[in-house]
């Protein structure tokens, strides 16, 4: 699976669009990008995912760069619950190998 | 409704002792998975298993021990050997499903050695 740079932290003020970005300079032509956000001391929970094209569903967007080497998950009216580290991963369909999430990006969302 | 389910939420070892967290699945899923976080780290790969009866060593498979004779079940246990165990424990299922390969998570196991 090809790795994945995501900064650090980010803030974002409530009801403002929160924007994170997600480096995949590596990704092959059948590797997915998903995303997914872990709120403390829960497990991972699975947000979206896309292959080339622009993706959006009920919690958010994925914007993924004509080229495929990065993308950004776009959470277009930021909560306090929105509040957590978010996990960038590519990874093949249906590839049931072992995968890797790494430390991610931690959202803060401030009143 | 579907999902997985991890037992104990909170447990306790003594030194020395082995202790065994449940995952269970009931999502028919072949593949199954656990990992380990520390406090404010990232998710590291204890052990796999792509199908029943088998199962692969991940990152920091040192002190731990799993098995899979059930397709549902996935138990993972922390022996003596593991000198720092005390970290947040989760268990992952993947299938294939017309969603896309999501990934499954538990809501975790918190296990510390008191």
């Known amino acids: 699976d090809a790795k994945t740079t995501q900064p650090t932290s980010m803030d974002c003020a409530e009801g403002r669009a929160a924007n994170l970005p997600c480096n995949h300079s590596t990704i092959s032509g059948n590797e997915y990008v998903y995303w997914y956000r872990q709120i403390h001391s829960q497990g991972p929970q699975y947000i979206i995912h896309?292959?080339?094209n622009n993706e959006t569903n009920e919690m958010a967007s994925l914007i993924i760069t004509e080229d495929r080497k990065s993308s950004t998950l776009i959470l277009p009216h930021a909560t306090l619950r929105d509040t957590a580290v978010y996990y960038c991963?590519?990874?093949?369909?249906?590839?049931?190998?072992?995968?890797?999430f790494g430390s991610g990006t931690k959202l803060n969302v401030k009143p | 409704d579907g999902g997985i389910t991890q037992s104990p939420k909170y447990l306790f070892r003594k030194e020395g002792q082995n202790v065994t967290l449940s995952c269970e699945q009931n999502?028919?899923?072949?593949?199954m998975y656990w990992y380990r976080q520390d406090p404010g780290q990232g998710l590291r790969l204890i052990y796999y298993s792509q199908i029943v009866n088998d199962f692969q060593k991940g990152d920091i498979a040192e002190g731990y021990s799993v098995s899979r004779e059930k397709k549902e079940s996935f138990p993972l246990t922390v022996t003596s050997a593991q000198k720092n165990p005390t970290a947040f424990y989760l268990c992952a299922s993947i299938g294939t499903e017309s969603s896309g390969n999501t990934i499954y998570f538990g809501e975790g196991s918190w296990l510390t050695v008191v």
């Open positions: 991963i590519v990874r093949a369909l249906y590839n049931f190998n072992k995968f890797y």
């Open positions: 896309g292959l080339k």
């Open positions: 999502l028919n899923h072949d593949a």
